[in-house]
Nanobody
Framework: QVQLVESGGGLVQPGGSLRLSCAAS????????MSWYRQVPGKEREWVAS???????YLSVSVRGRFSISRDSAQNTVYLQMGSLRPKDTAVYYC?????????WGQGTQVTVSS
């Protein structure tokens, strides 16, 4: 079955950096677009970034210039490199893909930006 496992979250000071990873299994990773979302309690899940099969990245306005998304098909992994982190970036970050008409989500990884 499809599994997405995020890792790399943690506590970081404002201005710091983190790299999140999402390891995928149970699917043809090289044929899947992948996305990152984030969610804070009481708010809707927010799209952060996507990367196409060919590696073209798309980033939300709120993170453009600070975050980047990449993929490694040999490792079946998608990455979210986060820099210049702000307290407003604090959230649970989720990896997502779509197979057919079904959305698949990981369990999420907590990112906390605080001094």
């Amino acid at each position: 079955q499809v599994q997405l496992v995020e890792s790399g979250g943690g506590l970081v000071q404002p201005g710091g950096s983190l790299r999140l990873s999402c390891a995928a299994s149970g699917l043809d990773f090289s044929a899947m677009s992948m996305s990152w979302y984030r969610q804070v309690p009481g708010k809707e899940r927010e799209w952060v970034a996507s990367i196409t099969v060919s590696g073209r990245p798309y980033l939300s306005v709120s993170v453009r210039g600070r975050f980047s998304i990449s993929r490694d098909s040999a490792q079946n992994t998608v990455y979210l490199q986060m820099g210049s982190l702000r307290p407003k970036d604090t959230a649970v970050y989720y990896c997502k893909t779509i197979l057919g008409s079904t959305d698949y989500w990981g369990q999420g990884t907590q990112v906390t930006v605080s001094s």
